[in-house]
């Protein structure tokens, strides 16, 4: 027998779906209903399903996958608002990611079969088993409110009396919730609506579940009462049974005690450490944190603060055969977050004990079949010694007095009983017709509060047309506003369509100035001028004309410029650079030397100049090109001589030194 704790008090309900699908029209359901009397199959509709789940209140509701039973997420969330206070909707495969059912079922060792009355068995057995998670997606608080259960009257002064008297039975009513919550026992915040003679609405926000409070949703008269529990964001899954595993333990006593938890597959599960802690707060952090198989210590012979601990869970102790170098330490704990040196140690004596173990825990698992709890086989093999043939024995002794309601075979309906459930079943039928109908009154009902609601819409329609009508006033503002800006980027539009007429201009100009031009453009190449020879002057030119590879330049001023302008210069890789007025600096004209931008005098080229452009004769551009190439190859040689006749010198110089010294 495993360490669950069965749920065959109540009936469980598995079900699976039979045909259909529950995205589409009318899905069946196989339905398998387990309690202490036996196992019920049946083959049910969505409603009769739902029906069956209101009437009988099963404890669980089990399946292999919840969106059997919703499309999505917003309709599970509306069929869990349905389920009666005390069932549990149960998925059985896991949570998030959940396993196959064969996968789980076989792990249990529960049958299995893939037809859906099998699955649906299959899952109503495991979830028995409190095997599974809860799905849920309310929280524990429950939102009460009380408030008007009729309109207040169409005007005057029988308006005024019937408003006075709607209100007060409001309030009335807000007492007597309070007065039945405070009698229960329960936790509550009231938020109320103050109105004309009481109050017009009063929530309260209630520590519970429904079946915790003892109210019911009513409407009668001027009073309506609702009940509704507070939605998750989300939808969360809880396990049926939280279990404390088994652990491997490791302590570093001292001034600063440290625990850490592994688990039996070596993962670290939690460490701690504390300065102020005693004994018994570290036996009851470990005892929170699981049932521990082995205390270990990093040190040799264990100290008496952790034999203490060992000795009170009986469990078996683990020390090394020499103290635990520091570095061997903080090898084996390099991949876990630890705090300080002390968590550090007791987890590396937790891990280094699990290591000497961990042959003898594959090999117990390998030997425990489905369903039996390796945890408690592993504990009495590694602490009591015992074999787990031996263990296994005793463990299925103690549970064959026992009912597990996995094994046994529960036993069938009769034939008279089969007949009572139909018989019930039509009943059932008849109450749902009645049920129908009483759905169709509220929702006449809450079709003339709707008519209400939109006839105190209208009453409010004056109120709304003063603020339209400033809307509109702001609309026309910043219609005006917008107006303005685009007759600014018209004006703008204009000014670029302009610029756009000379840069055309530019090429159609008439070349009969130039005297020896026979009239072709093939001749002409443009040149972009540059006002001085600075960073700002190259950066607006580039942003007006754009400075491109090859481009010939001319610097009006070419003065004054230093290294960084001249290699920003430089950057654009231009096919010359035309000093106009002023003098090259020797070291913007060595960066442009070094950076091979040939430069030449703007007065050797003939240049015709529009506006913020001009043009040069290719035959000048390409002659002064020339020649500058000539100057750099004189330049090149002479620098070469230069260092030549340095280096000469510094070798003479050299030789005269060691002819005095005597070498």
Known sequence: MNGRTRALDAAVFGVDVQSGDVRGDAPSYALVVVDEDGVSRDVVSRRKLLRRVADEEPDLLATDNMYELAADKDELVHLLRRLPDETRLVQVTGDEQPEPLSRVASRHGVPYGKDPMAEAEAAARLAAANVGYEVSAFTDTTRVKVARGRSTGGGGWSEDRLTRRIHGNVKAAARDVADELDAAGLDYERDATEKYGGFANAVFEVEGAPADIPLSERRSGDVRVEIERERRDGVEFDPLVKRRDHVVVGVDPGTTTAVALVSLDGEVLDVWSSRTADGADVTEWIIEGGRPIVVAADVTPMPETVEKIRRSFDAAAWTPATDLPVDEKKHRTREAAVDDDHQRDALAAALFAHDDHADQFRRIAEKVPPGEDRGEVTARVVAGEESVEAVLRDLRDDGEDGDDGVDHTPRELTEEERRIRDLERQVERLESHV???????????????????????????????????????????????????????????????DKLDRLKALWRLDHSNFADVDGKAADLVPVKPVAQFTTAAIEAADESYGLAPEDVVYLRDASGAGRSTAERLAATDPRIVLLGEGGLSDAADEVLFEAEVPVGDADEVTIREVDDLAVAREGDVAAEVEAWRDRAEDRRLDQTAAMVDRIVSEHRAGGSERAGNGE
């Open 435 to 497: 049920e129908s109908l009483e759905d169709d009154l509220d929702a006449k009902t809450a079709e003339i509060e709707e008519y209400e609601d939109e006839l105190s819409a209208a009453r409010r329609e004056e109120r709304r047309e003063a603020r339209e009508t400033r809307e509109v006033t702001r609309l026309q503002r910043k219609t005006e506003t917008l107006e303005r800006q685009r007759d600014q980027a018209r004006e703008r539009v204009d000014e670029l369509e």
